[in-house]
């Protein structure tokens, strides 16, 4: 792999996070019928219906909690300021910002009790142990693109990633699975070629977390990846699930991958019409394929109306990640 074909792998992982955030968000806590009945099928950048319980005040094509935090993690792991308590204090932040916008894609139900049990005194090794859901995973991201797929070393960061918020085995399996498929096609490998790697990602990251929860993510994903044959996104939604449970949207991010063929446009407009956390699978799902295509494969018109939405510039932050990525192949962090 060249530079310029690793920069263009990592931008698309980024930029993959903002497509399926963005294109989920008109859609994300709606049933399937719901979704079809406010918008018939979503097929572009489009705002969200009239009282939405979550979207309400966001734009056409306009990114989500999902994006932001990826771009917060980033920020710290490029800063080299993460630690348990940066990464409370910067989401804490985060959420009174959002408030202050006066939007409501706030914090995750795990995230904010164990934010809340951090800043009350709790250690920190212990707010993240009911954390299930799938808040780890949808900004895991940046650790994929920062670290080599090499032994363990991967796995670590992200169960340190996860730590203070979801320190479940159903948690840490899901998220680095994700991380795993983004770090190994910054190698070059195509989507499938990562499957063996993610599978046994998930099965170490089970093993680290407290173990409530699902304990079997591999199990789960290969499930979703096996469903996903039949070509039925409907099919996918109703024997996976698509709740904010890592043990349902994470393995149905596996299985849009395989209906979408790992294109990132179409993740995105699979998970927009699939129900209920469609934003989150969307983010998960298209991240996955950009960094196994690039952001060359991305709709060079869709991608410039998300930038510009959102002051958006995944070029930037993916050459600053993979400085990290050097030091951490060079032995030197």
Known sequence: MDNIMIQDRAAGALAGVALGDAMGMPSQTLTRAAIHQAYERITDFIAPMDG????????A???TDDTEQ??????????GEFTDTA???????????VRARGLHDLLGPSSKAALESLMAGVPATE???????????????PVGISIPFVGARLVDKVEAVCRVTHATGEAVGGAAAVASVISQGLSGLDFDATLEGALEAARMGCERGNPIGERDMAGRISLALDVAKMGDE????????????????VAAAFGVVRLAKGDPWQAALISANIGD???TIGAMASAMCGACSGLSSFP??????????NQFHPEAVARDLLVLRAQHKDGDV
């Open 61 to 63: 094509a306009q990114f």
């Open 127 to 141: 707010t993240g142990l009911r954390g299930t859901t799938n808040g780890a995973a949808m900004r895991i991201v």
């Open 87 to 97: 990464w409370a204090t910067a989401l804490l932040e985060w959420e009174k910002d």
């Open 277 to 279: 956390d469609t934003d």
């Open 234 to 249: 409907a099919a996918l939604a109703a024997q996976i699930g698509t709740s904010v449970a890592s043990r349902e949207s």
């Open 70 to 79: 990826t771009l917060l993690l980033a920020k710290l792991l490029i800063q």
């Open 52 to 59: 939405h319980p979550v979207s309400h005040g966001l734009e």
């Open 300 to 309: 060079t018109d869709k991608l410039a109306v998300l930038k510009a939405r």
